[in-house]
């Protein structure tokens, strides 16, 4: 099979945004830049690089609009930043991303605790914000990421029937794409099997991409049943960076080196450079020293076994 036969999976790095917004520590804004270089070198096109939101209450993403400028300036890039509201989306349209990131809860209890506005107040910000990006005339898409579609540590059980309600909710309101987030780590392969399904067939291909943490082990089993259902785009972060603020000493996002090589030893084309996406990962750790960091490839080696057929980074 020629790579360009192969059927193409998009993987989305959320490190940036994911993982540093977990950490107590900052980035300097320089290594943040140098992180999406180095791995942009490697074939990865699309980032979530920041979160638009107070810096006093995440001066992690303090530098938000630096950060999309600089990755803005990479080739063949696309930049997300996550909004919460309606100042957020604003200024990340001014910092000129291509895609703007709702999150919207699935459990109202996450919700409140998340972003303090009940799920039905979201659905009419994501409303606002459609308008905004509207007027402004602007080619600036919307995501919406269905957080805590699995189920939620506050709240616990999140009905099915109430996430393919809300993303119907979402596609009214001027979502171009949704995405079915376990932000908590509880989702197995047979239940994103089911809500995948059912989502699938309320909102078509609206429904486009999954966000699967590793809490608890299951999070490649997911992507798995997510492209069973004809899931292609996967968000992951770098050395499984980030964590669970309910799980202390549990990973965090699904390791974006680890999602690759599964991805093209199953004969997928990421156009990713495993080798490369792996000295990626080692930088990250110098990055941030100390910092616990998860996945498997890293530590393991590539197996002989792994195709060396000519992926898309040269
Ligand atoms: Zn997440």
Known sequence: MTASRREKVEVVEVGLRDGLQMLDRLLPTKDKIAWINVEHACGVRRFEVASFVPPKLMPQMADAAEVVAAAKRLPNISVTALAPNLKGAAAAIDAAVDAIIIPISASEAHSLANVKRTTAQMIAQLAEIRRLCDERGR????????????????????????????????????????????????????????????????????????????????????????????????????????????????????????????????????????????????????????????????????????????????
């Not at 996967?234 to 599964?262: K, Q, R, W, Y």
């Open 139 to 314: 080619s600036v898409r919307i995501h919406v990421g269905l957080a805590t579609a699995f189920g939620c540590t506050i709240q616990g059980e999140v009905r099915e029937e109430t996430v393919v309600h809300l993303a119907q909710a979402c596609v009214d309101a001027g979502a171009d794409r949704i995405a079915l987030a376990d932000t908590v780590g509880y989702a197995n392969p047979a239940q994103v099997r089911r809500l995948f399904g059912k989502v699938r067939a309320k909102v078509g291909d609206r429904l486009h991409a999954a966000h699967f943490h590793d809490t608890r082990g299951t999070g490649l089993a997911n992507v798995v049943a997510a492209l069973d259902e004809g899931i292609r785009s996967f968000d992951a972060s770098l050395g499984g960076l980030g964590g669970c603020p309910h799980a202390p000493g549990a990973s965090g996002n699904i390791a974006t080196e680890d999602l690759v090589f599964m991805l093209e030893a199953m004969g997928f084309d990421t156009g990713i450079n495993l080798a490369r996406l792996i000295d990626t990962q080692r930088r990250l750790a110098q990055w941030l020293p100390g910092q616990a960091l998860y996945g498997k490839i890293a530590a393991a080696g590539v197996p002989k076994t792994y195709s060396t057929q000519a992926h898309a980074a040269a």
